[in-house]
């Protein structure tokens, strides 16, 4: 099992989760070039302006660790990350698990597809982003984390965006939040699960909802959880809602 974090966080996002599969499985964490303990010096803004770059990094990780039948399991962005690497070796991955999934995050009314942000919130995020670095991470994280009435986890998020260098924060929020992987969805023959937290701020039960309906083999499953990361908020429940999965397609093999 291949577990990769979300924007501005870290492999430690992941330590209540994948424990409840080490038994069973091999285990691999890691950092998103750039974030946590990845080397800074490897980051670079040409290479670094999409997300299909860290798609490659994820597929190095697979190839060079010679890994097969993967079962990926990516939190926000990491999910489209995941999605991407499935469609360049798509004979590596058994199974992805996308918790708090978004293929576009602008709006796009002439389509009917609902992102949950117009291209105004977008530019305005990315530009107080880059005015204050620290101010977004101050103001971002309770939003992005829900649940107000656990402030420490809203805490834990914001010391995370902020111990990220702001160039590379910039540089991975433009990725992000401009992406647009709706095509994308059609190429991927990977079975997948869907994991929908409610009152998700960053990636709104519709936005869920249509990257279940455009895989063609996909489960969609809502948690009880809220906020939009749940693999902090409500590990256990995410474990298990992973467990029944992977449970439940096993039997039927």
Request: charged residues 25%.
């Amino acid at each position: 099992m291949v577990f990769a974090h979300g924007y501005g966080c870290d492999q430690a996002m992941w330590r209540y989760v994948a424990p409840h599969f080490e038994a069973e499985h091999r285990v691999v964490l890691f950092d998103h070039v750039g974030f946590g303990g990845s080397d800074l010096g490897a980051w670079s803004a040409e290479r670094y302006q999409t997300l299909d770059a860290y798609a490659e990094d994820l597929v190095e990780i697979i190839e060079e660790l010679d890994l097969r039948e993967v079962i990926f399991v990516g939190h926000s962005v990491a999910a489209m990350i995941g999605v991407l690497a499935s469609i360049k070796v798509p004979e590596r991955f058994a199974r992805l698990v996308l918790v708090g999934p978004s293929a576009r995050y602008v709006d796009d009314p002439d389509a009917g597809y609902v992102g949950g942000f117009s291209s105004s919130d977008i530019q305005e995020l990315l530009e107080t982003l880059d005015a204050n670095h620290l101010g977004w991470s101050a103001g971002m994280a309770p939003v992005i984390m829900g649940n107000p009435e656990r402030p420490e986890l809203a805490a834990e998020l914001e010391a995370s965006f902020c111990r990220s260098d702001p160039a590379v924060s910039l540089a991975f929020a433009r990725a992000t939040f401009l992406s647009d992987n709706r095509a994308d969805l059609e190429r991927v023959s990977t079975p997948a699960l869907i994991l929908q937290c409610r009152a998700d701020a960053i990636a709104g039960e519709e936005v869920g909802w249509y990257v279940h309906e455009h895989l063609r083999d996909s489960d969609f499953v809502t948690l009880d959880a809220s906020g939009h990361c749940p693999n902090l908020s409500a590990p256990d429940e995410t474990a298990g809602a992973i467990r029944t999965y992977l449970d439940v397609h096993a039997a039927r093999r």
